[in-house]
């Protein structure tokens, strides 16, 4: 995973597209943004929707075959997922999970190294604080993404998600960049 972030964020600026994911069986959320330096562009986001009167394994299909046409249309450089928590019933969390473990194949299968993140550090990477509430990552999205136009809490919180990455990768590729040689240094100081 750091030689995809390293050969993605570093060297010269070149737009990076990321996929980002918030996990659900009736909704999965995704977005795109585009990184070129420091700069980040709105792509697309959008919601792949389930349908609940069908069964599990069908569902999970609908959302795999959603994903791989978002992925197919969009071609992104690497995926954000976003972790999920434990609810209180047991039944909600194991399907959950299973939607959660197609959101992670679906990039993977297509060759897109994933990232996930909790819910706390895409909110803190976002806005700031690891507890804000939906409304504040929404207005931080789209004061990062100007004229985004939001397909569902989903969507947002998928671009959060994405944007989560951009940073930590950026972040990531500046800390394992090589150092100048300290003989270059030493001579033009002298």
Not at 51 to 60: C, G, M, S
Not at 97 to 123: F, M, Q, W
Not at 178 to 184: D, E, I
């Amino acid at each position: 995973m750091k030689v995809a972030i390293r050969a993605a964020m570093s060297g010269p600026a070149r737009a990076v597209r990321v996929l980002g994911l918030d996990p659900g069986l009736r909704i999965t959320g995704w977005g795109i943004v585009e990184s070129e330096g420091a700069r980040l562009r709105h792509v697309a986001n959008g919601r792949v929707v389930s349908d609940d009167a069908r069964p599990l394994a069908e569902r999970l299909v609908q959302l795999y075959d959603g994903l791989m046409a978002v992925i197919e249309a969009h071609t992104p450089d690497a995926a954000a997922v976003e972790e999920t928590f434990v609810n209180k019933n047991a039944s909600s969390t194991l399907k959950l999970g299973a939607a959660r473990g197609v959101v992670l194949l679906a990039p993977a299968r297509a060759g897109i190294p994933v990232a996930e993140y909790a819910t706390n550090a895409i909110k803190k990477s976002v806005v700031g604080v690891g507890h804000a509430a939906k409304e504040q990552i929404q207005m931080m999205v789209a004061r990062l993404l100007p004229g985004v136009a939001f397909a569902g809490a989903d969507a947002a919180d998928a671009l959060a998600a994405a944007i989560c990455h951009v940073h930590h990768a950026s972040t990531a590729a500046v800390w394992t960049m090589p150092a100048a040689a300290p003989t270059a240094r030493a001579g033009a100081a002298r």
